[in-house]
């Protein structure tokens, strides 16, 4: 088994998924119906790498480069980090991108919860009402 070619797939597949979700977080600025899929991704994103203590997909690629017989040292650095200082270097910490994803990922929830709000909320909109029309008479 190619185990080189399974890892490579797998960091495609990973920086794929990242760009997906920054271009979500782009649509969502514009469009606020996708502020629940986009906080809910993030939020995702923060769950797994709380509980495995690293991405999954960076464990994966980390597995398939220790078969394959590559030194890459993944799940200490980090995805981005790693790939970062490798293609761009550039010198980025764990902990910097954790942080931000962990960052935005709270925020962008926090913003779904404003949107889904007349549906989870309906007693605050019926009391702003009712002290709009008492306001009025």
Known sequence: ??????????????????????????????????????AG???LAVVLWSYYGNCPLTIVEQ?????????AN???????????????SVSLSSNLVQKTT?????????ASIEWFAPFMHMEIFRIRR???KLARN
């Open 41 to 43: 991704t993030l939020i």
């Open 1 to 38: 088994m190619n185990y080189s070619f399974w890892a490579d797939a797998t960091a495609v597949t990973h920086f794929t998924i990242i760009l997906v979700v920054l271009g979500g977080l782009l649509v969502s600025f514009r469009y606020k119906r996708f502020r629940p899929w986009e």
């Open 74 to 88: 993944l799940t200490s650095i980090g995805f981005l980090p790693y790939y970062a200082n490798r293609l761009l």
């Open 102 to 110: 962990f960052f935005t990922g709270g925020a962008f929830f926090a």
């Open 63 to 71: 597995y398939f480069r220790d078969l394959a017989g590559q030194k």
């Open 130 to 132: 009712t002290l709009r």
